[in-house]
């Protein structure tokens, strides 16, 4: 395809042309790559760039791909033939933070990390922390409705999203929601946009809660016997009614890797869960949350020191890396009722022995929230066969037990053929009637999601 001048003439930012396009761009981080190259990139230097990108690729039959930092790990944000990716990270300016208000206006580009440093200034912080903070944008997190450490208690990306800016598939650019703490006039647009993997509409602005920085945190850990107990732990500390800022759990594999990648003192155990409260209960609510813990295993810690919070977090942190050691990882994301965490990892390590695959689970273990990671080492041939049907079981544990087959990262194209199975067929039709409104020519991301 040859690019007019009217492409350079209209769009301020850089346009690539085919082989041009560097080739990082093909893909994000979930390691599909599509079998053919796409044909335009065009990096946005603003929103008027924006929206001439979608006018033109809507004029030369091509299709649009939105593009945030390109970090998902659903092949949401991969390109191939006919298509043209709208790289939107460079729209990357803090509009405004209004203190009194506790609210901020950011650009699509800008990083969650950006954004929590800046409000700090202020005595307030940006609380949606996906684990892909710095490489990520507050854009693709809202695309993807991003989860992290903090949802137990602050939710999703999307509870913090107030309003939006999208630019719609004819170039026309509409405001969603409201700077108001509620808000009810007509329809929610903000959450359709908020979750919908570029399908919709580019999102090229929010406007994002702000929360005020925690005045104390406090730190829980605990190793366990096993996972059942580890699950029976955290599901207790539910039911106290105590909130905890975060709740992560680690299984035995998990924990002994994260370990060994630190270079610490190993602590043998069946699983460890890390826990931590803040605000003005702090204390208190740790207090139960120690006792709780007390009830299932001798082997407490609990600390206000940001330096020993920081190992202990440090080890959960490390998780993912330790595993990246040893080959190839599929990062696997389902989701199940907080109840049925046992049942979920019992299950997993029974389709890891079926598989004879490597696989290691840790999680959010709060939001019942479990990142099961295959491990594909490279000199293994059949291992991407036997981790991908182990991929394919997992997913259909994560239904039998009430759960979902992703509870962050999105559908993107890997988990498109397992959307109708939970779905169900007349939802999805209506989410196709939703899309086909907005965007009745297929522009954007077309065979995803
Ligand atoms: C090391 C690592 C850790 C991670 N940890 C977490 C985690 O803790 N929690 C979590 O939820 N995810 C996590 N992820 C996944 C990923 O970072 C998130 O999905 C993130 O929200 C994607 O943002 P992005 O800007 O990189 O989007 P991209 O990867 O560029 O795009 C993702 C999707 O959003 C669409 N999109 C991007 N920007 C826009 C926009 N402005 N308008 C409309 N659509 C858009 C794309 O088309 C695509 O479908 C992690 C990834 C990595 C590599």
Known sequence: MSVSTTWTESI????????????????????YVPS??????????DVDDVRRAVILAADAGLTVVVRGGGS????????GAGSLILDVSRLDRILEIAPADELAVVQAGVSAAQLDAEAGRHGLRYVPDPASVAISTIGGNIATNAGGLRCVKYGVTGDSVLGLSVVLADGRLIHTGRRTAKGVAGLDLTSLFTGSEGTLGVIVSATVRLHPIPVRTVTVAAYFADVEQAAAATAAVLSARVRPSLLELLDERSLREAQDFLGVRAQSAGAFVVAQTDGFGADAEAR???????????????????????????????????????????????????????????????????HRSQIYTFGHAG?????????VPPEDASAERRASDAADEIFATAL??????????????????????????????????????????????????
């Open 400 to 449: 039998e037990l009430g759960g979902t087959i992703t509870g962050e990262h999105g559908v993107g194209v890997l988990k498109r053929r397992w959307l109708e199975r939970e779905l169900g067929p007349d939802a999805l039709r209506v989410q196709r009637a939703v899309r086909a409104a907005l965007d009745p020519s297929g522009l954007f991301n077309p065979g995803k999601v």
């Open 72 to 79: 998902g790990l659903a092949g949401g944000a991969s390109a």
């Open 367 to 375: 939001d019942g929230n479990l990142h099961p990671i295959i491990v």
């Open 12 to 31: 301020s930012g850089a346009v690539y042309v085919g082989e041009d396009i560097p080739v990082a761009y093909r893909t994000d981080r979930s390691g």
């Open 288 to 354: 139960i949350i120690e006792s709780t813990f007390g009830q299932f295993t001798s082997r407490v810690l609990v600390g206000d020191d940001p330096d020993v919070a920081d190992e202990l977090l440090a080890v959960r942190r490390s998780a993912l890396p330790a595993l990246e050691r040893y080959g190839r990882v599929l990062i696997e994301d389902i989701a199940v009722p907080r109840t049925r965490i046992a049942d979920a990892v019992r299950r997993i390590t029974e389709i890891a022995e079926r």
């Open 36 to 45: 053919s190259a796409p044909e335009v990139l065009v990096v946005a230097a």
